[in-house]
């Protein structure tokens, strides 16, 4: 039985050196019992292995898969050789539950490379602490420093020990030579050999626990970001154009694409659940109109290369963009696999060209992809809930950019820009908001949220979100490029935008063409694209 962080107990069947079979997940809470636990920390279509220490710590060698993990089961009187780990003892067994400090969940740890460089952070606590602030983020360092302090010290004790050997290995061959007897120092030397692989394997050790830390540490903030305390900190740059004038009281999406004929929730509770819709006739139109005209503005006019990706994506992908492990609760798991049902497309496009050394006059690398997108908006509950605006799954159009460092922050006005434009043509008003620390993204360094304005609440609602994440994603995904002149390598910069969300600019186009009688003027823009230029009301009877 091994205790979780709530002292709760979830139960193993027996400890041994073997491989169990995967706990079955889906994208809700489960394990075995009733017990809490976030279900990227398995892969549901492998063996996991439970390994038992009985003297130091062991790191699988299990790399077929980029999700790993472990935990150790250890004897109480030989936890010395495991610095810094706190243990809880097991009610069942004459062993001890070992976790790691840095442990996401009940000691299983996630392997993956750092997110902000180790040296970085060593080198700048105070900055860290000072973003953890700023962004109303929970991060104690104190473990890091305490770690990191013992790793440095093991490393110090190996690098004394190697040293020792290597002269006594020349000792040893000179003794030979004269025919001496070296017996008692080659003993001496298999001692220090031991010692020396028991510290490599701590080392090991600590070095995971460390990335495993770096997994929750958000992205630090750019210098132009504005520090707050929540969304009310954010900070208008600038408005187009001015919201519609009715002369009769505007209706909702829901009500208008209901009463039209073209929007029916009651046959998608049907078909799968809450928070889905079906689309139908005209409204069924209206849908590809727009994510063809996305498509197209953004790669005749703006330069992108358009991209058809899968829309399931492995966990490798989810971990290079940040989505995993924060956001574990937010997605769909396919049970079984190790495969998630796309939250972004975002996800896909960055891993296009993960553990890539790119060219330089490669860059900047601009793509873009329609996809659905699924989430469980397992935060969402109470939310939004008529209505389109927070679905299980909508479609979007991102836009997504490889960038030169020094360029990357002219390319996110640009791709700012890119949104907007679409906005425009359209005829629909709306605002550009800077983010402040407390309310962007956890992989973002500067984001930019254009929100279109909504005449039935008299509110702007969020239609895309443009973000620079600097290098954030590709240290996680390790893309690269090599500067000229033979320099070494250093990670691209990416930037990703919505181009925009298809679903919430369907909402937009409704309820600000509305017309008295429940019909909906298309914009000029569209009527190419939807071979009409009115979607009727609803019939009179």
């Not at 496009?349 to 989430?375: N, Q």
């Not at 402040?436 to 039935?456: N, Q, R």
């Not at 909402?507 to 979607?535: C, H, K, T, W």
Request: glycine share 6%.
């Amino acid at each position: 039985m091994i205790e979780n962080n709530q002292q709760r107990p979830i139960r193993i069947a027996r400890f041994s050196v073997v491989s169990a079979p995967a706990p079955r997940l889906t994208h809700q809470w489960s394990l075995i019992t009733h017990h809490r636990l976030t279900p990227f920390l398995f892969d549901t279509n492998k063996p996991h292995k439970i390994i038992i220490l009985l003297r130091a710590l062991l790191k699988t060698k299990e790399k077929q898969f980029s999700l790993r993990y472990k935990f150790a089961v250890r004897s109480v009187g030989n936890l010395a050789c495991a610095p810094r780990l706190t243990t809880h003892q097991s009610p069942l067994t004459n062993h001890a539950v070992t976790h790691p400090r840095f442990s996401l969940r009940n000691g299983f740890m996630y392997s993956a490379g750092p997110m902000l460089d180790l040296g970085y952070v060593r080198e700048h606590l105070d900055v860290i602490e000072k973003m953890a602030r700023d962004r109303g983020a929970t991060l104690d360092l104190g473990p890091f420093r305490s770690i990191d302090t013992d790793r440095r010290m093991v490393i110090t004790s190996a690098e004394r020990l190697k040293a020792e050997r290597n002269k006594a290995s020349e000792e040893i061959a000179r003794m030979k030579k004269c025919g001496e007897d070296c017996t008692a120092l080659l003993a001496l030397m298999k001692q220090v050999s031991d010692k020396i692989k028991r510290d490599d394997e701590t080392i090991t050790v600590l070095d995971e626990q460390l990335k495993q830390f770096l997994l929750t540490v958000p992205n630090i903030p750019h210098a132009s970001v504005p520090v707050g305390k929540s969304a009310a900190d954010n900070v208008e740059v600038r408005r187009w154009g001015a919201p519609p004038q009715f002369d009769f009281k505007p209706k909702a999406h829901w009500e208008l694409g209901e009463g039209a004929g073209i929007l029916d929730f009651d046959a998608a509770i049907k078909i799968a659940g809450s928070r889905f819709a079906v689309y139908k006739g005209l409204g069924a139109r209206l849908e590809r109109a727009l994510a063809n005209f996305f498509l197209d503005v953004h790669t005749r006019e703006h330069g992108y290369t358009e991209i058809l990706p899968p829309f399931l994506v492995n966990t490798a992908s989810l971990t290079g963009v940040g989505q995993l492990p924060k956001f574990a609760a937010d997605m769909f798991h396919l049970e079984g696999t190790d495969l998630w049902l796309t939250p972004t497309s975002e996800v896909e496009l960055t891993s296009l060209y993960r553990d890539t050394t790119l060219e330089p006059d490669a860059l900047p690398i601009k793509v873009c992809a329609w996809t659905a997108c699924f989430r469980s908006e397992a935060g969402a509950a109470g939310r939004d809930t008529r209505g389109l605006k927070r679905q299980h799954q909508f479609q979007k159009v991102e836009m997504f950019k490889f960038t030169r460092p020094e360029r990357s922050y002219d390319e996110l006005e640009a791709l700012v820009g890119n949104a907007e434009a679409i906005l425009q043509r359209l005829g629909l008003h709306y605002r550009v908001m800077l983010l402040s620390t407390a309310d962007m993204g956890f992989a973002s360094a500067k984001t930019y949220d254009i929100e279109v304005w909504l005449p039935s609440a008299a509110e702007f609602m969020e239609i895309s979100s443009c973000s620079n994440t600097e290098s954030f994603q590709a240290r996680r995904s390790g893309i690269r490029f090599k500067p000229p002149g033979g320099k070494k390598s250093e990670f691209v910069h990416t930037l990703n935008g919505s181009g925009l969300a298809v679903g919430r600019t369907w909402i937009a186009l409704l309820e600000n063409f509305q017309r008295a009688d429940g019909s909906v003027v298309i914009p000029e823009a569209l009527r190419s694209y939807m071979g009409v230029d009115l979607i009727p009301g609803a019939a009179k009877t």
